[in-house]
């Protein structure tokens, strides 16, 4: 039987690969491709280079200081010691406080939102400091958004974790962390939100802090991106590999021994081995793009993030390079006038 519509299209839908580590589904991409060449021979293509499909990479944002307020003088600290609020500036303007990370800094912000108003409150008599307070907090509130995006652009932990590994995601976990992200990614959204509502005063600052935290354990994204790079390296390079090819073609008179070893290659090795995984990046993918669009809108992570995890950039590379290798496989089928064996369509080994 010829290839089915349905695997067809499960296979481009399923956009994703597995992994990208020598032990992963590199390994597989590799073992596939060893045992084409072997039948194919030495009359396959050369060794081509991607240089005609180059997959984009982006540079990590430019780091930037933090737009700076108006400054609280000692005299007038002193003034705020019955208030929360003079405890906060006093830690920000310390020697840590100058020299804290970015998520540090910008949870100051927040913080300065919400404890200013009750201490304001409290200063009657005091108009000269509680003008300066109220102004200071205004222009906070007004900056709030920029200064989310200045900390999702200076953070380390955030950068190290769009940093894009070496490393996919590990065949046997699958999207083991998935779930994880996800929440971690929910609680910054939901603040990004509250800001841009002008609610920061229901932030839960604690659920914040323990959402940074979390991330700097969690390199989930980058192995994501890194499979899809390491997958769409193989496909593009196997297809130039595999097209033209003129075993890849059946003659009148032709002995089909070879092209039906190299049908049960591809039964075996991509649809058994390799098309299992192409679920869990398009799993990925779904349940992690509005999140990912939503969180970084309007940031200089924004071009990296739309290639990665919307359905226009390398998800869309992938459909294609996976629709064009099953196209390569059909026209050998029918010229040779071949079958697959059946119910193999992606029946995973053992």
Request: contains cysteine; hydrophobic residues 40%.
């Amino acid at each position: 039987m010829y290839l089915p519509i349905v695997l067809i299209l499960g296979l481009v839908l399923c956009i994703g690969l597995q992994g990208c580590s020598p032990t992963g589904a590199d390994a597989l991409w590799e073992d596939y491709e060893k045992r084409l060449v072997r039948v194919l021979g030495d009359g396959s293509s050369s060794e081509t280079t991607l240089a005609a499909t180059p997959i984009p990479r982006f540079p990590q944002p430019q780091k930037r200081d933090l737009q700076q307020g108006g400054s609280i003088g000692l005299l007038e600290l002193g003034r705020l010691g019955h208030c929360r609020l003079g405890s906060l500036i006093a830690n920000h303007n310390s020697s840590l406080g100058k020299v804290a990370e970015p998520a540090t800094r910008f949870l100051y912000q927040l913080e300065f939102i919400q404890a200013a108003p009750a201490c304001l409150d409290t200063l009657q008599g005091e108009e000269e400091l509680s003008s300066t307070l109220s102004k200071e907090l205004e222009r906070k509130k007004a900056a709030a958004i920029d200064s989310f995006i200045w900390f999702l652009e200076n953070d380390d932990d955030i950068r190290q974790g769009l940093f894009v590994k070496r490393m996919g995601l590990a065949p046997k976990s699958g999207n083991a962390g998935l779930s994880d992200t996800q929440q971690q990614l929910r609680t910054l959204l939901a603040l990004r939100q509250a800001i841009e509502t002008n609610d920061v005063e229901r932030i839960d600052v604690t659920a914040f802090k323990h959402a940074i935290q979390s991330l700097s354990n969690n390199d989930f994204l980058a192995r994501y991106m890194a499979g899809m790079d390491a997958h769409l390296r193989a496909l593009n390079k196997l297809n130039q590999r595999l097209d033209g090819h003129s075993m890849m073609r059946c003659t009148p008179g032709h002995n089909h021994a070879s092209q039906e070893i190299l049908l049960n290659i591809l039964t075996k090795y991509f649809i058994g081995n390799i098309q299992p995984y192409l679920g869990v990046y398009s799993e990925s993918q779904f349940e992690l793009s509005a999140l990912m669009s939503a969180l970084f809108e309007g940031s200089a992570w924004q071009a990296q993030v739309e290639y990665y995890f919307s359905d226009a950039g390398i998800a869309a590379e992938i459909k294609a390079a996976v629709r064009e290798h099953i196209l390569i496989w059909q026209r050998l089928q029918q010229s040779c006038r071949l079958e697959i064996k059946p119910g193999t369509a992606g029946r995973r080994p053992g």
